[in-house]
């Protein structure tokens, strides 16, 4: 049971490169990049957990008197869902410009180049 | 490429990666275990700064910079976004109609709002006390208005919600974590060190010295971007009509 938070966070991240590869609708296409960024999450949360441990918040909790999780994978967490959130709003403002331009958002129909 | 022969390039290279993870997976530290190195250092620092919530500390105290970097690709983004999706030569804007709610809904939206908008600013005042911060924090904040749209209308939720000042309050939290960081350095110390305010009583809302104003810097430019954002999605969708004929 060392590895199976490792192995989930490989799995979801592969399940998300078959949705990319597979997808046949950009917005479909978006959503599996996400699910790809949520296998980071998972790897990130596993790296910093420690068996019997509390969350790193010393406001309720006198300092010393039980172990706590990694604070730092948990800021990266952090930063990995800010960084997420906004390039997926940035994908999907792409993917109302392609609409809007070739009228469809399949991208085995978006061979062609248009000035 | 024809879509079989994709599939089995995609299975081909799957195997591949996936033996790969799984032999770094192998290779890991067990899960669980008690070597944190980096975890114990960044919560003795952050106690020495008298921050009570370590993760706060780690984003707006050990790794500030990091966090001007991220909060660059948030405004990025924005900014990206802003020129994406504005309104093209060829499209007019057509002046939403006012909409019938169902009144449970009207009722429960407007009744969450307040609630929804003071947990936002809440959380964020607390960033470095209890879980939560700026990023969490202005995220709900930036939530709660928009229920303004599920409770009422477009326009009511316009009225509450100039953009222009949201791009305008989005570059000004910028510039503010940047001068925080920049007084740091004029007081002689490195660029975003915290040590220009007196550190406080531990567990005490002006405790962990500059870390609740970035804190604040990054709750107001997250609220602003998340109200800018989705503004211009809502554009889209309820105002911006294609030309007919085109």
Known sequence: ??????????????????????????????????????????LLLAVGYRDRATAPVFSDLKPGARPVVDPVVQALALTDVVVGATVTALLLALVVQVSKRHGTVDPDELSELRG | MSPRTRLWLVAVGGAGVAALLVAACLGLPAFGGDHHPYGD??????????????????????????????LTILFAAVLGCVALLRQTRDEHRARPEPAEVAPPVRRYALLVLPVALLTGLYVIAHGQLSPGGGFQGGVAAATALHLLYLGADYRALERVRPVGLYEVGDGVAVCAYLVTGIAALLGGAAFLANTLLPHGT??????????????????????????VLLARFLDQAVEIEEESGT
Request: glycine share 8%; proline share 1%; with cysteine.
């Open chain 1, 1 to 42: 049971m060392d590895v199976f938070a490792y192995l989930v966070a490989a799995w979801v991240f592969l399940a998300g490169c078959y949705g990319l590869a597979t997808s046949r609708n950009l917005i479909h296409a978006v959503g599996c990049l996400s699910v790809c960024q949520s296998a980071t999450y998972v």
């Open chain 2, 41 to 70: 250092r960044a919560v003795e620092a952050s106690l020495a700064h008298r921050t009570a919530n370590t993760i706060a500390s780690v984003n707006f105290d050990q790794r500030a910079f990091d966090t001007l970097g991220e």
């Open chain 2, 202 to 227: 531990f567990n005490t809302l002006s405790s962990g010295g500059t870390v609740p104003l970035l804190n604040a810097a990054v709750g107001m430019e997250v609220a602003c971007a998340v109200v």
